[in-house]
């Protein structure tokens, strides 16, 4: 896929992985609209001149306005990237009905409506491309609820894929190792295990673009090293 010219949508580009996705995007020649929860962050990504979305992925009017107004500013859309998620620890028993619903709201349900709308608004021969995580292969103690948010997405992923190929989109599922975003040091509730070093998120953004570009469908965590 030639980045040149194309038009995505990125969301949770404030994120650490989707600012440097954002910005190897632009360097192909890619323009991008940046979706995200926090208006002045996503601004600071993206610059003065940015397409910048602001909503909540919990409500569910959102993924679906943040898909239609990508498209309709540039007349055009080609891919939809999702780089949201939020993270949890404690024991299965222990975890509260609070943070579960936060977890499958934000890890499962928010990127199935991404998804949904991106198939109904991503041109022909455009992707959409979801990050996931390790866990979703090799659930974990003490992750239980996350293990399973990320896995049932990738379910999604996986039976929608052929459906999308139909339509001559594509979907790329992409489960990264542990990777140093931050994102264990804000979880909703519970305290991070202590964990070995994790990726380099530039290393993992690099692999997240080339998959992008390289028509890859699935990206497990084998494939960073």
Do not use: C
């Not at 975890?95 to 409506?113: E, G, H, K, M, Q």
């Not at 991503?122 to 996931?132: A, D, F, Q, T």
């Amino acid at each position: 896929m030639d980045l040149d010219s194309k038009h995505f949508l990125v969301v949770g580009a404030s994120g650490a992985l989707g600012q440097r996705i954002v910005r190897r995007l632009r360097d192909a020649g890619a323009s991008v609209s940046l979706a995200g929860r926090d208006a002045d962050r996503v601004a600071e990504v993206g610059g003065a001149d940015a397409h910048v979305l602001t909503g909540d992925l919990i409500d569910p009017t959102v993924p679906g306005r943040f898909v239609a107004e990508a498209a309709e500013h540039a007349g055009r859309l080609d891919g939809v990237v999702i780089a949201s998620g939020v993270v949890a620890f404690g024991p299965a028993a222990e975890v509260d009905d609070d943070t579960v619903d936060d977890l499958l709201l934000v890890n499962l349900i928010a990127p199935l409506r991404l998804v949904r709308a991106a198939l109904g608004a991503v041109g022909e021969g455009g992707v959409v491309v979801n990050l996931g995580a390790v866990v979703a292969e090799k659930p974990v103690g003490g992750m239980a609820a996350y293990s399973a948010s990320k896995a049932g997405i990738g379910a999604f992923l996986a039976a929608a894929r052929p459906e999308a190929r139909r339509r001559k989109i594509r979907i790329v599922d992409v489960r990264p190792p542990h990777t140093e975003t931050g994102l264990a040091t804000r979880p909703v509730a519970g305290e991070a295990p202590r964990m070995p070093e994790g990726l380099d998120p530039d290393v993992v953004a690099d692999r997240i673009v080339a998959a992008i570009t390289d028509d890859e469908t699935d990206v497990p965590s084998t494939e960073f090293g």
